[in-house]
């Protein structure tokens, strides 16, 4: 699709600023793997080649469907939602790679990683715009019901509370007067109720050490403040209780360890570009859509999202798939479309 529309890519290229830092960050990505310690040189420039494919290819996807967007979103996340019950069915003869914890197949075989992609799933079918056929509402209502299940079981405590404060802050947004309150209320008894009877997942593991990983990551970035220590160098962070952890278990901060302050600055453009554009198209399918993925995103990236520049993984589903979405939406092609209206009648309708 790349080659056969290259004149509408060069075209968009040209017309929207914010592809222009995206192409700077891979640049620069590229440029650190030249300094970078152990590190196979020809994979790590190759991912970012699959990366670029990815965002110009679903931009240009977009671009030439657009409606087919935001039907493959919600599909996308039913199938999803399959691969969530199909997990769980099958747990008492599988071999997870923690025991207690639910976890998916292949690339989602990490609990966490699991649990924060199908909490991307939750949020693009809560906020599907769809008909009033029962049958449909009951697929919804059901799937949302499997994801939560889901989420609460890989005890994923980043995902959980990513999703609830993603559920008070939407409530007043997207539904209609008599039922946000309802559904606000609904959502803060069931927080209450979580922290009462299930207290011990959320602190049986206390801040699982975050406080220290996150002043040791602040101080490899000082380190390394204009280069960074390379891209896809390994590392390790060393606690005041020595104990080592493999990542900074914060996007940010791996970020500006790897490539420096210039690749966390040109991240943080892309990032607070995709807010911009979610909060722009609030008014729209997808700009809702968006803007809910943004909010969870940007509370679970502060726990984890490390797998940023590997390959195609459920990290994507908060990183870069969010980012590709602020390009098209930031493209004049999606204003010829029809527009949502808030606290009108096309919001979700449970009733």
């Not at 056929?133 to 697929?139: G, H, L, Q």
């Not at 008070?168 to 803060?188: D, E, H, I, N, Q």
């Not at 493999?246 to 600055?265: A, E, K, M, V, Y």
Request: hydrophobic share 50%.
């Amino acid at each position: 699709m790349i080659i056969s529309q290259h004149h509408l890519l060069i075209k968009t290229i040209k017309t929207t600023p914010a592809i222009w830092i995206f192409i700077l960050l891979i640049i620069w990505a590229a440029v650190t793997v030249t300094w970078a310690d152990n590190v196979q040189e020809f994979r790590a420039v190759k991912r970012l080649v699959y990366l670029t494919l990815f965002i110009f290819g679903y931009l240009l996807w977009a671009l030439k469907n657009p409606k087919q967007l935001e039907n493959t979103l919600f599909i996308s996340s039913l199938l999803l939602t399959g691969c969530a019950l199909i997990a769980m069915l099958l747990w008492p003869i599988r071999n997870p790679l923690i025991a207690d914890r639910m976890a998916g197949f292949n690339t989602l075989e990490n609990p966490i990683i699991a649990s924060y992609a199908m909490g991307i799933a939750f949020i693009v079918i809560h906020l599907y715009t769809y008909n009033k056929n029962n049958s449909i509402k009951s697929i919804r209502f059901l799937a949302l019901f499997t994801l939560l299940a889901f989420i609460f079981w890989t005890k994923s405590r980043g995902a959980i509370c990513s999703l609830a404060i993603y559920l008070l802050l939407f409530s007043p947004l997207y539904f209609k007067t008599a039922k946000k309150y309802w559904l606000l209320l609904f959502t803060l008894l069931t927080c209450v109720l979580f922290v009462i009877y299930f207290n011990g997942l959320l602190l049986e593991r206390g801040f699982s050490y975050r406080p220290s990983i996150l002043l040791t990551s602040l101080h490899m970035v000082i380190e390394n403040p204009l280069t960074g220590i390379g891209l896809a160098t390994p590392y390790e962070i060393t606690t005041s209780e020595q104990l080592v952890f493999s990542h900074s278990h914060n996007l940010f901060l791996h970020i500006g360890i790897g490539l420096g302050i210039p690749g966390l600055f040109l991240y943080l453009l892309l990032w607070a570009h995709t807010g911009w554009q979610a909060w722009k198209n609030r008014n729209t399918t997808l700009g809702k859509t968006l803007l809910g993925i943004f909010v969870f995103s940007s509370i679970a990236l502060q726990f984890d999202g490390v797998y940023l520049w590997d390959k195609p993984n459920g990290i994507w589903l908060m990183t870069w798939l969010p980012i590709a979405i602020s390009f098209y939406l930031a493209t004049k092609k999606y204003s010829q479309y029809p527009q949502l209206q808030l606290n009108k009648g096309s919001y979700p309708n449970y009733g």
